[in-house]
């Protein structure tokens, strides 16, 4: 221990995204950081990262392999993106015994550690790790022979220089030695925990400095991911990407809805939707989580006390399609215990999987589930808090609430978020006529022009949709009244169409019939004009003839003849 | 047939030191035979430890006979040595 002091003022950066923010730069330079965790915990992955950010920096490191060959190592880390320009300047030691090695007594790390030293300074490393040490300490047979070479391996360690990352299973002890290897924390110079648990069916991963020798560090327990960039952990307190502030519309997955908020949900603005058990608050939400996905927005859905596939079968059966969205990638359903946390660490989570999804879009359903009977002080904050997370982050937000059914302006358990949500809808049950239909009002809308008037709120295997009411002398008319009501519209609107038609046949035929009358006068009249005419000509030739007979008779009488008359 | 032998140790290392005698022993008891041994220091030469693939020390490496064999440790399971080094009744 003698000469750590000013060693340990010194970090190297481990170049895991998150991690040396919490570690006050880094792991201790030419110190044992020995990294505890069960299987598949990302123990080796968390080692061969630093060895890469180091091969990245221009100093190769070592990796000493004990458990798996290093050829499979490096195969099972191929996939990260840092992996291809660094794991060629990672040198690789094969420290295996394999089975085919007998054992004949008790051996020792020394020519090990000689060998690593002489490989260390071929290459001029300054970064190594021991990959599995467990499997080889496990071989000693003895927990005394075990934690003399684990000693003997921390003393070499300070005495080269090296900054060293030892790797080992933790917690389940180890029959061959009868113990396990948690005292390889009391040896370290910083102890990085590793652990995931799979809640409701969502593995989460968490990490924990549980120690650091002489540096302030965070031991909080941190939740991190193994992402295409290898481990991230989520570190800040505050999400630092940003989506910039516009005043874009997002469709809120109901058409009818998007009408009557002037074009839908302001895009980074929060959403509450109140309403009693049963008034389709998620379904709403869902909604909105459905076009959002369908759009290519990344969508978190965070609900509590329901399993995700429980609510991916719950909205298929009003016609709202997650699954597929799930499958891309594009939602992601985070299921937390209502119960089983305190809201502080349910808002860490929430946090953390902000940070790790980075999302556009969340969803809390509901939000009233981070309000616990019994912490007055937290509740509003916790709630509060997440709203506040999202609004700096320019995501939008859509939570539910629930609420009884009284008049919500009346109550209190809303936390006073309903004074922070730019928009805050409420559906409420109204009962008339024998049946109970959900009225959904739009109480708020910070910003927008939006409709004052209550719609019912249908679901049915087609989605969710609005239809108007009906006001009859001061009363709402929805459902099978509602439905009456249309009816007896409709029936109006037919007959109104029908009179018209009839209406304009009549005039029609009335105006054929004038057309004829016309036709027929016409015909008349040509009869009568030609008639008058033979008459007219009949009456000349009568004249004429009578002349010529007065002529003849004349002619008769006397022997003369007048002077030409004709 | 040549028992070939090779017996990888660390400088001056407690275990390394019990290994070579105990090996040292067993032959001396097993029936005489020509037998070759290397002691590989790989303190000294730790290039030839990493070329060998040997890590972990002390290791006897029995080249021949055939198959060869390996034996981690500082041989104090006498038993397991005469056996890989050819009982005492010559069998190899």
């Keep these: 221990m003698v000469g750590m002091v000013g060693r340990e003022t010194l970090r190297s950066a481990t170049g895991i995204p998150g991690f040396d923010e919490i570690a006050d730069g880094g792991l201790p330079t030419g110190g044992v950081t020995v990294v505890l965790g069960g299987a598949g915990t990302g123990k080796t992955t968390f080692g061969m990262q630093i060895l890469s950010h180091s091969a990245l920096e221009g100093t190769p490191g070592i990796l000493v392999a004990f458990e798996e060959s290093g050829e499979r190592i490096l195969a099972n880390v191929a996939g990260f993106a840092w992996a291809k320009a660094a794991l060629g300047k990672v040198v690789v030691l094969d420290a295996q015994l394999s089975h085919a090695i007998e054992h004949g007594g008790e051996f020792d790390l020394m020519g090990l550690l000689a060998m690593v030293g002489a490989t260390a300074a071929k290459h001029g490393a300054r970064c190594i790790v021991f990959d599995g040490l467990d499997v080889l300490l496990g071989y000693l047979g003895d927990a ?117 908020l002037s074009g ?82 349910q808002v860490a989570r929430i946090r953390a999987h902000l940070q790790l999804l980075r999302p556009r879009n969340l969803v809390i359903d509901p939000l009233s589930a981070l309000s616990q009977p019994g912490d007055e002080a937290n509740r509003e904050s916790a709630a509060r808090q997440v709203l506040d997370l999202a609004k700096t982050a320019g995501i939008t937000i859509v939570n539910t609430s629930l609420v009884g059914n009284a008049l919500p302006l009346a109550e209190h ?35 927008t022009g939006h409709s004052n008037q209550v719609r019912e709120l ?86 004429d003839r009578r002349a010529v007979e007065a002529d003849e008779l004349l002619l008769r009488r006397r022997a003369d003849l007048p002077d030409a008359v004709e | 047939m040549t028992l070939r032998l090779r017996l990888y140790v660390a400088d001056d290392a407690p275990n390394s030191l019990t290994a070579i005698a105990n090996l040292r022993a067993a032959l001396a008891q097993r029936p005489a035979g020509p037998v070759e041994l290397e002691i590989i220091d790989v303190v000294d030469d730790p290039a030839r430890g990493l070329r060998d693939g040997i890590l972990v020390t002390p290791m006897l490496v029995r080249l021949a006979p055939v198959p060869e064999r390996r034996i981690l440790g500082n041989l104090r399971d006498r038993a397991l040595l005469l056996e890989v080094l050819g009982a005492p009744d010559g069998t190899a």
């Design chain 1, 144 to 260: 005394v022979v075990v934690r003399r070479e684990a000693f003997r391996l921390r003393d070499w360690v300070h005495a080269s220089g090296l900054t060293a990352i030892v790797t080992a299973k933790a917690g389940a002890p180890d029959p061959r030695i009868g113990a396990d290897y948690d005292f390889l924390q009391f040896l370290a110079d910083c102890v990085v925990t590793l652990h995931h648990r799979v809640i409701q069916g969502t593995a989460l991963r968490f990490l924990r400095i549980a120690k650091y020798r002489g540096a302030p560090h965070s031991s909080n327990e941190l939740p991190f991911a193994i992402t295409p960039m290898g481990i991230e952990v989520a570190a800040n307190t505050t999400i630092d990407l940003t989506y910039p502030t516009s005043n874009a519309r997002v469709g809120t997955g109901i058409d009818r809805l998007d009408s009557m």
């Design chain 1, 264 to 345: 839908g949900y302001y895009q980074g603005s929060s959403v509450l939707i109140t309403g009693a058990p049963g008034t389709a608050k998620t379904s709403i939400a869902a909604a909105f989580a459905e076009a959002a996905a369908g759009r290519g927005e990344r969508t978190l859905y965070v609900s509590f006390d329901e399993a995700p596939d429980q609510i991916v079968r719950n909205v298929a059966s009003i016609g709202i399609q997650l699954a597929p969205h799930v499958a891309s990638g594009m939602l992601s359903l985070v299921s937390l215990r209502g119960h089983a946390e305190s809201p502080e660490a």
């Design chain 1, 413 to 447: 358990t809303l936390l006073n978020v309903s004074t922070i949500a730019d928009t805050w809808m409420h559906v409420s049950y109204v009962s008339h006529g024998g049946e109970r239909n959900r009225a959904l009002t739009i109480f708020k809308a910070r910003g």
């Design chain 1, 458 to 543: 249908v679901l049915s295997d087609r989605g969710v949709t609005l239809a108007d009411v009906y006001v009859v002398e001061g009363e709402v008319l929805m459902g099978t009244l509602r439905w009456e009501k249309e009816n007896e519209a409709r029936r109006t609107r037919i007959a109104h169409h029908n009179g018209a038609v009839l209406r304009e046949q009549r005039a029609e035929l009335a105006l054929a019939q004038t057309r004829a009358q016309q036709d027929t006068l016409s015909r008349a009249q040509a009869i009568q004009e030609a008639e008058l005419a033979q008459l007219r000509a009949d009456a000349t030739i009568e004249v």
